[in-house]
């Protein structure tokens, strides 16, 4: 039993004596090798064909959807007689209108100069009648409130696809370190303890749900091209703009897992002590580090065949509206994802700002606001009607 | 065989790609696993963590190719992960968590500290440095006898010895083990 005790140390060992480990381990015999090939190949198919059910369910409802939406078509009859009714509705405003300030200016005196003081309690007291909030609600409806801001013009838009795929592939590549954007160096990582009190507040990668509440690590990062923020902070103006650098924290803060996108200050810390901050990227020591979980979001596919809504559109700016199955930004069209597909008035969607940078005559992202389920569904109907 | 070259043999065969993935990697694998999940689960907990384990890296491996350059760390960390995992649901179905007030955790968090992280590492590297220093067949009878819990008859069939050569060479072999960490100033 005390043999044994001294080979007890040897549990939870660190990566560096691994190795010893896997050279001491017993070999896997042939049998035994079989019988565990066979296992993973079985769950494997298994995963695999749930993947592409997945898939082929999710472009089917993506079709069913486009198409789907019914259309409201108005008898033909309404026509002239709605047109009537604004007619008298307009007319009466106008009438009502003139009857009151007519009204006014009697009881006044009429003809005489008004003082200005009194000119705007006139208007004032116009605007408490109840012709004037009918002629405010008429202006109305032809706009759209989402979240306490206007929406305008909106459209399911075709002309803005390639940019809106672009821009948001190249952006999330980059905060999810897909494709390669940046070398990595998987030998060299830090571990630090999560706080317990750390709001983990966002949906973590499925797989990594358990192992990430109370351990954060990072990766080194060994690009020539970003060895330090600094660095990152220039390879990020390629998508984003300076001011959305800038709030990138407020974004992270309320909606994501990480304190912010970028982080230092951790140097007096040694590895596996405790921290209540995680970022995505760390400099810690005069290195570049990145959380290994962030190479495990889900993979952002584009837009790929999803209806993209286009609203306030002007010569330098316009908004759009991009439809997510899950709630997470980063999971969009994520068709590997434990998530049900869901229909487009049940999609979570995200608002995206695109703004002309005019040093480059180039898009560059301002402002990108998560809206939960409801909003694209309404959005699009509202497309749809116009 | 290189990430480049399974990713080719991948292209070919699937299977045969998952097969040398395992082959190649097994043994990597299971150490980190059993490494993990020694305290606490049964030898059909870690194989069940290993399937999973290499069903993750099959997945991974056809859909993800940026981590064919360093597939050997990536494996490392997906069987590191996995086994955590297994870890802590294993613990959770053991029971093996204690209630513990906020006194005596502020006692413990005052406790572990990184100096005794630092010891228990310093202790582990001594030890497999020792056993290192045995030579074979005794290091591999040692590890598989008292770390992997191997029956006797098992190891004699890796180290081509008959059984009862194996319980004598380990007695001998555990006593030299323990004369070299007296001599380092581990008493066991």
Redesign the interface.
Known sequence: M??????????????E??E???G?????DDEK?EK??A???E??KT??AE?KRAEERYNTEGDNSVRGVERIRRPEWLRPVMMAASFVLIAGVVIGSTAMLRKDKWMTGAGTSVPEAETEDTTEEISETTEEPETAAATEEEKTVIDGSEVENITISTRWRDTVDEKIRAADDLVTM???FIS????DFIEFAADPSLDWNGPLPS??R??EKD?IYYIRVKDEAAESIADLRTKMKDSYTDNYLDNLKDFYNNNRYYTDWAGSGFDDL????MTDKTYIFLEYRGKLYVN?YV?SCA?SSGLGDSPLIIANETDTSFTAFLPHVTPNVFDYNDV?SDEPMVEIDDMYCEEVKFVLDPECNDWRIDSRIPHDSGVFGELYNRAAEE | MTGTELKELFHESP?EC??EL??EY???V???V???L??CGTQEDV?EC???V???I??KF?????MIN?IK??I??VA??KA??RF??LSAANSHSVYIDEEEMAGLVSDFR?DD?FE??E???I??QN??ELGEPD??IL??K???N?KSA??AK?VSMTASSVRSRCTRA?EK?RGK?AEAGIT?
């Open positions: 005390e043999d044994k005790n001294i080979f007890d140390m040897l549990e939870n060992t660190d990566d004596l691994m010893d480990f896997t001491l381990c017993p070999e896997i090798f565990l090939f296992k993973s190949e769950d494997y995963r695999k993947i897909q494709q390669g990595m160096d998987y030998n797989d990594m358990e192992s351990k040694n590895e596996g002590d290994s190479k993979v590997s | 299977e998952h097969r395992m082959r097994g043994k990597y299971y150490a980190i059993f490494n993990k020694r305290s194989e290993f399937c999973d290499f069903t993750e099959f997945l056809e859909y993800d190719d940026s360093n760390a990536y490392g960390t590191k992960h955590i995992d802590r649901s990184v992280h228990s590492s202790l582990r590297r030890l497999i056993i290192k290091s591999t590890i598989q008292f770390y992997y191997r098992e190891i890796t555990m083990l960490l066991v």
